[in-house]
């Protein structure tokens, strides 16, 4: 299957590739969920059509980056390992289990895989063999772009690596995203998201105020990671638009997690004191601004000013706290931090926490629910901004995918296709883009080469 290109999709449900009816489509958008077909086409390209990226990550760091090149229009060859794949295939369940008729076994594809893996092509090769290298080479010879995320100094061995690469591909920009670097002291270490949290600082200050270190509930720190390398790949493509050159971007998890403590760094930096460690979902200068419990949950307010402090004692009955000495100015409040915030949840456990959210409605102060992801994904906000979408996928039927989150007023990036299954694009990559004939990747195959 050659290329399709994405288009962007208006108030009406897009019809799905198994042919489901108008009705259906309009049924499903009913209910707050786009359904996108892999067939669609589009009129005018998106940011990236054109260019081509070799993906060589797994996990979440390297394809969470490449998926955010493919939902802009690039294509994005993954390369996997012929017979396990990503690791995160196995990382399971959940798993969208595969329809009967599909003709696959086992569980299905995993929802960890699901979500990180879409508008890419998967071809399965390996390294072990000299036939895989070769095919390797050439395909970076064709790529403007290569992301990797292995330790620094292992694809040196197959010639994979930037030095070698750049005089195949002079105008290639090669990525390597690791745990510490490409140098340091810990650049052969091997790092995970948790490790890393822990080692630069943010576990440290995440957690309840008197609570142990905890680390953040989604890997942040991967997700950052490839946030900050698909934006350096991108400022690549432009110096290279003017210099005719390509580069080597060397981005670590370490480097992306210190980069992040933002203003919490830049304190410390300043002040040249430690950290004030752990708040829960409270603020070190601000009073009150953290989550109080309801009678059947948590709200989450923010009284960042003298005047949304009274908005907050209107609203809770309790005016002439305006003009209390202990609690007039926020200097006042943060030193009465705790008489303050027991005597408002007191009276924010009488009511429920969609009471308080019906009594704050339209106050200018913020305030919100502390909803759990699947509050989250069924939000009615979630459903409005098409933060949920559905897709066919061949071989498991209709799924349900997180949306691409930015909205282009002209050329909106959207899911053209599904997550592959492990060696879906074999056959289509080394015929259209290397010209191998059928018995060409019959033989490989025999062989183990490829998938």
């Known amino acids: 299957m050659s290329q399709i290109r994405?288009?962007?999709?208006?108030?009406?449900?897009?019809?799905?590739?198994?042919?489901?009816?108008?009705?259906?489509?309009?049924?499903?958008?009913?209910?707050?969920?786009?359904?996108?077909?892999?067939a669609a086409v589009s009129g005018a390209p998106l940011p990236l059509e054109g260019y081509r990226v070799l993906d060589m990550t797994?996990?979440?760091?390297?394809?969470?980056?490449?998926?955010?090149?493919?939902?802009?229009?690039?294509?994005?060859?993954?390369?996997?390992?012929?017979?396990?794949?990503?690791?995160?295939?196995?990382?399971?369940?959940?798993?969208?289990?595969?329809?009967?008729?599909?003709g696959r076994e086992g569980p299905g594809e995993s929802a960890y895989f699901l979500g990180a893996n879409r508008n890419k092509k998967s071809l399965g090769l390996s390294f072990q063999h000299q036939g895989g290298v070769d095919i390797l080479h050439k395909l970076a010879a064709k790529c403007d772009i290569l992301v990797e995320n292995y330790l620094p100094g292992t694809l040196k061995k197959y010639s994979m690596d930037y030095e070698s690469l750049r005089k195949i591909n002079p105008g290639l920009i090669y990525a390597s995203i690791t745990g510490y670097g490409q140098t340091g002291p810990y650049s052969n270490r091997a790092g995970y998201d948790v490790m890393v949290e822990a080692e630069f600082g943010l576990?440290?200050?995440?957690?309840?105020?008197?609570?142990?270190?905890?680390?953040v509930g989604v890997a942040v720190t991967d997700l950052t990671t490839g946030l900050y390398t698909s934006n350096s790949i991108m400022a690549a493509l432009l110096s290279r638009a003017r210099t005719g050159k390509g580069q080597h971007i060397d981005v670590a998890l370490s480097?992306?997690?210190?980069?992040?403590?933002?203003?919490?760094?830049?304190?410390s930096l300043i002040s040249g004191k430690k950290d004030s460690g752990r708040w829960g979902t409270a603020h070190p200068s601000i009073v009150p601004y953290r989550a109080f419990k309801t009678k059947d949950g948590d709200i989450?307010?923010?009284?960042?000013?003298?005047?949304?402090?009274?908005?907050?004692?209107?609203?809770?009955?309790?005016?002439?706290?305006?003009?209390?000495?202990?609690?007039?100015?926020?200097?006042?409040?943060?030193?009465?931090r705790n008489e303050l915030e027991a005597e408002i949840e007191a009276i924010t456990q009488q009511k429920t926490t969609q009471e308080w959210l019906d009594v704050f409605e339209g106050s200018g102060m913020p305030y919100a629910a502390i909803n759990d992801v699947q509050?989250?994904?069924?939000?009615?906000?979630?459903?409005?901004?098409?933060?949920?979408?559905?897709i066919d996928h061949e071989y498991c039927g209709p799924i349900k995918m997180v949306n691409t989150p930015v909205k282009y007023s002209e050329t909106q990036p959207i899911v053209r296709t599904p997550p592959p299954v492990l060696g879906q694009h074999t056959d289509e990559i080394l015929s259209e883009h290397l010209g191998l004939s059928e018995s060409d990747i019959a033989a490989l195959k025999d062989q183990g080469v490829v998938r």
């Open 255 to 267: 480097d992306c997690q210190t980069a992040t403590l933002a203003n919490i760094a830049s304190s």
């Open 58 to 102: 797994r996990v979440l760091a390297g394809p969470y980056c490449t998926q955010i090149l493919g939902d802009l229009g690039a294509e994005v060859i993954k390369i996997e390992h012929p017979t396990r794949g990503d690791d995160t295939r196995a990382w399971g369940p959940p798993y969208a289990k595969y329809k009967p008729e599909s």
């Open 375 to 390: 509050g989250t994904l069924n939000h009615s906000h979630t459903k409005a901004r098409d933060m949920v979408i559905e």
């Open 203 to 215: 576990m440290h200050i995440t957690g309840s105020r008197d609570g142990p270190p905890v680390k």
């Open 300 to 336: 989450l307010i923010g009284g960042g000013n003298d005047r949304l402090f009274g908005v907050l004692c209107d609203g809770i009955g309790k005016p002439h706290w305006k003009d209390d000495a202990k609690f007039k100015t926020n200097a006042d409040r943060v030193a009465h």
């Open 6 to 38: 994405g288009k962007a999709v208006s108030g009406l449900a897009r019809l799905s590739r198994s042919g489901s009816s108008p009705a259906q489509g309009l049924n499903a958008a009913a209910h707050g969920i786009r359904r996108y077909s892999a």
